[in-house]
């Protein structure tokens, strides 16, 4: 069905660049500089995993590396991040997209 590393797979079939962010700082303000930055297409709070902090799942442009803008905002903010990373689409995710995108092929051949 497909072939290449789970990687790979992830950033073709999702067509999103996700970043996960973990800011200590007030969770509407972090939010709000977050959208700010150029390139950010979608914010969703995660949560708190750690006292005084807020996850976001950050979502930019396919093509844009986001990172340097976050930092350069958080710092101009004084809200300092404690975590950044990736985020891809699970090995399930990858399999049930491909299930569902070969479905809707097999579909409108018929």
Same mark, same amino acid.
């Given at each position: 069905m497909?072939?290449?590393? #789970?990687?790979?797979?992830?950033? %073709? +079939?999702?067509?999103?660049? %996700? @970043?996960?962010?973990?800011?200590? *700082?007030?969770?509407?303000?972090?939010?709000?500089?977050?959208?700010?930055?150029?390139?950010?297409?979608?914010? $969703?709070? $995660?949560?708190?995993?750690? #006292?005084?902090?807020?996850?976001? +799942?950050?979502?930019?442009?396919?093509? &844009?590396?986001?990172r340097?803008?976050?930092?350069?905002? &958080?710092?101009?903010? *004084?809200? #300092?991040? +404690? &975590? @950044?990373? #990736?985020?891809?689409?699970? +090995?399930?995710?990858?399999?049930? $997209?491909?299930?569902?995108?070969?479905?809707?092929?097999? %579909?409108?051949?018929?």
């Open positions: 497909a072939a290449d590393t #789970p990687e790979n797979l992830a950033h %073709r +079939l999702s067509g999103k660049n %996700r @970043l996960l962010v973990r800011v200590a *700082g007030p969770e509407d303000r972090v939010r709000e500089a977050l959208a700010n930055v150029e390139g950010v297409k979608n914010v $969703q709070e $995660q949560g708190s995993a750690e #006292p005084e902090t807020f996850d976001f +799942l950050v979502e930019a442009e396919v093509k &844009m590396d986001i340097k803008p976050i930092f350069f905002a &958080m710092s101009k903010e *004084g809200y #300092p991040i +404690l &975590m @950044l990373k #990736p985020v891809d689409l699970t +090995l399930e995710e990858i399999f049930l $997209q491909i299930i569902t995108e070969e479905k809707n092929e097999e %579909r409108e051949v018929s």
